[in-house]
């Protein structure tokens, strides 16, 4: 509970609007709504070390969030100095794209489902925010969380400008909810996205579902962090409560 109160005490004291009202909860997908990073970074490995880029599989998680034309570009210019074309870009993410679709079927994030339902019986709206681009997770939202995501609140790589960490995706969530940023509460697992959640001014909640330490979490200025969903399901009625007004 103390840590309800300091969580919602840090989002007041970096907010200026004079109270707060959540009314809608955007949330980012993978690694938060599904259990679909390790897949992730393995088919981004595979890619680009066959592509002869030098990396490891972790650094993919910390680029966990932003588009998969800002990691391609990303990697093109350590490795040699030089921005990608488009249609490298387009037919890269495709192959990575694929190299996904080979692996194992990603799952629901353990407690995912009671958190969503936890939300819709309180009238929070639910809305998506995700870089990704990819039809193969995006396709089973509706089945795996249904009335949650409608069309015309999913924010995509494809309704985007700037891709996470700006706070563009988030703030076009806000957008489609008809809220704003003190309405509005953000769900994340990785460090980027926490910093475009943060940046757009909702409470910001991170989850510790990968390798990434909880410190990392803190530092790019999440108001709370839990080290699981199954976590954050079991607390958000009480969390609520506190966020209501
Ligand atoms: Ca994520």
Redesign the pocket.
């Known amino acids: 509970m103390d840590q309800i109160i300091s969580a919602i005490n840090h989002w007041k004291g970096r907010i200026t609007h004079s109270h707060i009202d959540v009314r809608a909860a955007l949330i980012?997908?993978?690694?938060?709504l599904y259990d679909s990073?390790r897949n992730h970074t393995a088919a981004w490995y595979r890619l680009m070390t066959e592509q002869g880029i030098d990396c490891t599989r972790e650094e993919f998680y910390l680029y966990?969030?932003m588009t998969g034309a800002s990691t391609i570009t990303r990697l093109w210019q350590r490795q040699w100095n030089k921005i990608p074309d488009l249609q490298l870009i387009n037919d890269l993410y495709f192959q990575k794209t694929q190299y996904f679709n080979q692996l194992p079927a990603v799952l629901p994030m353990p407690g995912a489902k009671q958190m969503i339902s936890s939300l819709l019986k309180a009238d929070i709206m639910t809305v998506l925010v995700t870089g990704s681009g990819q039809p193969s997770v995006l396709d089973r939202l509706n089945n795996d969380y249904p009335g949650a995501f409608a069309d015309s609140h999913r924010v995509t790589a494809l309704n985007v400008t700037h891709g996470k960490p700006h706070p563009e995706p988030y703030l076009k969530g806000m957008e489609m909810a008809g809220v704003k940023y003190w309405q509005s509460m953000a769900i994340?697992?990785?460090p980027i996205?926490v910093e475009s959640a943060v940046a757009s001014g909702a409470f910001t909640v991170a989850l510790t579902t990968g390798p990434i330490p909880a410190e990392t979490f803190a530092a790019s200025g999440a108001d709370l962090v839990l080290p699981s969903m199954q976590v954050l399901a079991d607390i958000m009625p009480e969390l609520l409560k506190h966020l209501r007004l």
């Open positions: 980012d997908m993978d690694g938060t990073m966990e969030g994340e697992n990785a996205g």
